[in-house]
């Protein structure tokens, strides 16, 4: 099962960028669907977008599309979430996850099998 570690997570003001990264530990994501969620307090664990490793394949939620872009690269083994125009309401921890079952429409966080610590990204207005 591989593991993940997220990192570039930060505070921003309203209308700027963040990347997030995300490296897969003890194998490589070939094979696998990596996907972001994001978590605001008292609220559900939300689909952000996911990314077929192998196939290169996208797909991203309609709350974050023209402005977040998930892809890989694969000289580093990581998968990336740049995040463009951020706004107060995507301030949440942001976590990395992965499969090697599902598709890059699955959005069901129960169904992916692993998953890294989360990283804070705050967005001021």
């Known amino acids: 099962q591989v593991q993940l570690v997220e990192s570039g997570g930060g505070l921003v003001q309203a209308g700027g960028s963040l990347r997030l990264s995300c490296a897969a530990s003890?194998?490589?994501?070939?094979?696998?669907?990596i996907a972001w969620f994001r978590q605001a307090p008292g609220q559900e664990r939300e689909f952000v977008a996911s990314?077929?490793?192998?196939?290169?394949?996208?797909y991203t939620s309609d709350s974050v599309k023209g402005r977040f872009t998930i892809s890989e690269d694969y000289a580093k083994g990581t998968v990336h979430l740049q995040m463009n125009t951020l706004k107060p309401e995507d301030a949440a921890v942001y976590y990395c996850?992965?499969?090697?079952?599902?598709?890059?429409?699955?959005?069901?966080?129960?169904?992916?099998?692993?998953w890294g610590q989360g990283t804070q990204v705050t967005v001021s207005s």
């Open positions: 990314i077929s490793w192998t196939l290169g394949y996208i």
């Open positions: 996850a992965a499969s090697s079952r599902n598709s890059i429409y699955e959005s069901r966080p129960g169904l992916y099998d692993s």
């Open positions: 003890g194998r490589t994501f070939s094979g696998y669907t």
